[in-house]
């Protein structure tokens, strides 16, 4: 995985490029390469990183992403999810079990873009003070995660009900 020269306010050690597997791959999936274009079709255990996209096909397509950050992201079929942005510290060891993970294991920056679909997020607890973000921006508006699970729609109809957001916490939702 390359290095990234960017750093996180208040840091003097540089952020690298993070990595995400793909898991649970269902259907027609697609990873996109945002730099030239290419596509290719994913499969479990496949590598992400920034300046990737996910496209899923209609009917059952579906792909859960692990971000190396404990952050886990359904995308939907019907979707396309761009990785804008996916840094962090570098981790000092392989996390076995990324789920059990409460609060992230270090800082991080992630910016991702439903430009349509659907998508299910579970982010760890995030390092804010020391400058972790994670936010999501759709064509209709932008969210920022601090740690939890939460779900954004976005299928424009033409009749102005485009655009949901919940935050789903210990089984409730909470509409925005």
Do not use: C
């Amino acid at each position: 995985v390359a290095a990234s020269a960017a750093s996180a306010p208040g840091s003097s050690k540089p952020m690298v490029v993070g990595a995400i597997k793909a898991s649970n791959v269902r259907g027609e999936v697609k990873k996109v390469n945002l730099t030239d274009k290419s596509e290719t079709v994913l499969k479990n255990g496949d590598t992400l990183i920034q300046e990737n996209a996910i496209v899923t096909g209609k009917g059952d397509s579906s792909v859960v992403l692990v971000f190396a950050n404990g952050s886990t992201v359904r995308v939907g079929n019907d979707s396309r999810l761009e990785i804008k942005e996916f840094l962090m510290d570098p981790l000092e060891a392989d996390i076995p079990n990324v789920a059990a993970l409460t609060a992230e294991p270090t800082r991080s920056q992630t910016n991702l873009r439903l430009e349509f679909g659907e998508m299910v997020g579970n982010v760890k607890t995030l390092n804010r003070a020391a400058g972790s973000t994670f936010s999501v921006s759709t064509p209709a508006g932008a969210a920022g995660i601090r740690g939890t699970t939460f779900r954004i729609v976005y299928r424009p109809t033409g009749t102005g009900q485009a655009f949901s957001f919940h935050e789903l916490v210990f089984g409730w939702a909470r509409g925005r």
